[in-house]
């Protein structure tokens, strides 16, 4: 690990040095390889494939690891879209002349040797490399030991593209032992390793929160939340309401609790419960919401604690404003946390007082996304204050320095 | 201390609420206590630095423990300036329409709970607690124990500011004891700070590297270089490198190392010697330097990894910008790097590749420095590469969450 923490360091001083149009070329070249070199990857996962059934690994996770001719594809115009990308290094902002006579600005660089670590999902492999790329860094990729065939074939594509591109081969390198020990040493050599971008689930984000002696990119849990206002567009809350819900429920800018003012509650909550329950989600609400929804069962405290990834979902009646940021700042996650309203004051309020990576106003939690955000891409999404906060794309991946521009200068 | 944490949490809520008038009314009203109760402060500095010449502190020591009437004006003054600045707080930019309806842009918000650690200067009291507040934060503040009765009073000061402009006296809060494991507990308990800011000696940040669970605000080591290119105005290069040395010895962003072209070493080398030798400032050359400043001793590898802080320079002559850069990859501390070069191209490879927090061109290293880049005023300089990096101003003390902007807007 050492050895490719040196490698990495040496090929980000490259990358920070190269220009976009040599970064595109490399992502392009990779897409290329990618999609030539298709049949060797099936092969290496159908290797994979098959440890893993004799492993007796369940259906979700074969299906995560598989890779077909859709999923190829998928990475290599992923790496495509990544190529369309402004590039955001080396622009300068802010440039202004002092008093003294110097001018200042900040410039946007790379962060430098950028540590994923992800599960047995293999497009990562492309996806995560082509995002720190095209910012200028270097990377070293631990996916799950059961993807390590798949991951060393996609990775070796991706090779292959910079080396076309003239840019150093080892800006990306694949760990290529299923060792455990290797995480725990990728998350402390903090001399090689700028950041950690972990893509998982929330026992390897946990672990990782224990051990890493490195900044990271992450979040822990979405426990998300629709507030309905006493002064909201009931149709519009029981239609986001359900969005929130019920659009996905695995991901994690799912709403989990649902908070509803009590002046509006009589008229809202029993359309939504309808729907929930049509649509076999179950409820899980305090006395108010049960009155108004035969059929929802008991919240208890613990449930709105929840992040449930499932069809359940926890409502509570709140008195109003006061009582939902209270309950959010209590039992959430700082994720994502919208409110249903039409009044302008409160909605700002909302804005303004709940500290949460995205707060939105007449909007499903469903958006919180890089993609959606306009971002491009999303290498995952922080729900920490510091660096970036929310969806990170391509800017979370750099950082800004000074630069002084004098003219002989001194300080007086 | 959970207390403490407990209650700054609290007040960092209110405080985010807070207006900018209100804040500022705050920070007026704290100038005034200051300049009000005076003698106060005076009385119990003297206690403090009768203890401190009993327990045989030196002259350094007490000279930074001492209150005066003109450091107690500066206090004062400070406040005021702080109220001048703009409040960051609340700005919303790059708000713009996404193709779904939504309109998706950034709210500056403040960090939330800010604990700052600092030595025996009883200023640090009201020079940080004015900025935290200012940028809407509460802070918890852990000063020397030698300045104890000092920073009471003058925090009692900052909070009867508080008081009296309708704010959460306990957005400021010094902690009380002496008991050093006050600060092993204010770093490492991370559900109520949100940020630490050491100010001090290089001892002070060391221990807190080895022990903080909480990310910090903070630089190690100010290794600085000046790099002479061969394509540079002498006389130019001769100004800025006694500048950058000799204007102040112990600051942090004073040139601690001069590189020289060899192209133009003849050329600027004896009239740089013969200014430092006037000055007294000790020369450690290698072979290069020594042929061309008599009297320069040999500097040792280990001379060009260290911060002076003191009238002595490291000196060595290169083949040109690679060799610096690497010089400087190598040896440097990530602080403030600067070239003297009439030459764009090497000017701009310069900026982009020296990965340091702040980068110059023909300017005096002394120049990194919050009040110099116009950032008001400076809380800290910080070499990390996440959050803030270089000179920490208010903004450094807030961050940035998604906001979303709906009409009824569902994801498909």
Redesign the interface.
């Known amino acids: 690990m050492q050895g490719l923490g040196e490698a990495a360091r040496a090929a980000a ?1 490259d990358m ?2 190269a220009g976009s149009e040599a970064k595109n070329r490399a992502l392009r070249a990779m897409a290329a390889q990618i999609r030539t070199r298709a049949e060797e990857l099936l092969e290496a996962n159908r290797a994979d494939l098959a440890q893993a059934k004799k492993d007796g690994r369940d259906g979700a996770f074969v299906d995560r690891l598989v890779l077909d001719a859709e999923r190829i594809e998928q990475m290599a115009a992923g790496l495509e879209d990544v190529a369309a990308l402004e590039d955001p290094v ?1 622009t300068i902002t802010g440039l ?1 002349r ?1 008093p ?1 006579g ?1 001018e ?1 600005g900040r ?1 946007r ?1 790379p ?2 040797v950028i540590g994923i670590i992800y599960e047995s999902r293999p497009n990562v492999t492309a996806d995560a490399a082509g995002l720190c790329l095209k910012a200028g860094n270097a990377c070293i990729l631990r996916g799950g030991s059961e993807a390590l065939r798949s991951n060393q074939a996609i990775s070796a594509c991706v090779r292959a593209g910079l080396k076309a591109a003239g840019l150093p081969e080892n800006a990306v390198q694949a760990v290529a032992t299923a060792d455990r020990a290797a995480v725990g040493e990728l998350i402390t050599m903090h001399q090689y390793v ?2 950690i971008v972990p893509r998982g689930g929330k026992e390897l984000i946990e672990r990782l929160m224990r051990e890493a002696k490195i ?1 990271m990119i992450k979040h822990l849990d979405g426990v998300c939340h629709l507030y309905v206002d006493d002064r909201a ?1 009931a149709a ?1 809350a029981v ?2 309401a ?2 929130a819900k019920t ?1 996905r429920y695995g991901t994690c800018n799912t709403m989990e609790t649902l908070l509803v003012a009590e002046g509006i509650a009589a008229q809202v909550l029993p359309s939504i419960g309808r729907i929930f329950l049509d649509k076999a989600v179950e409820i899980r609400g305090d006395d108010a919401t049960r009155k108004l929804i035969s059929g929802a069962k008991t919240a208890t405290e613990k449930d709105y604690y929840t992040e449930w990834l499932a069809p359940i979902v926890s409502i509570r009646v709140v008195k109003g404003l006061d009582e939902a940021i209270a309950h959010i ?1 209590r039992y959430g996650s700082r994720h994502t946390d ?1 409110i249903v309203t039409t009044d302008q004051a409160r909605a700002e ?1 909302f ?3 709940v ?10 939690t ?3 996304d890089g993609y ?3 971002l491009g891409a999303e290498i995952g999404i922080s729900t920490d ?3 970036a ?3 990170v794309g391509l800017e979370g991946l750099t ?14």
Do not use: C, W
């Open positions: 001083r920070a040095r080396g202004a002092r003294s110097i200042v410039m660089v962060l430098g700028d950041i900044p567009d519009m239609r986001l359900d969005n659009q700042a919208a309020r804005l303004r007082e500290d949460s990576s995205s707060v939105m106003v007449n909007a499903s469903r958006f919180a959606e955000y306009g204050k510091l660096h906060r929310g969806p950082t800004q320095k000074f630069v002084v521009l004098g003219h002989g200068e001194i300080r007086s």
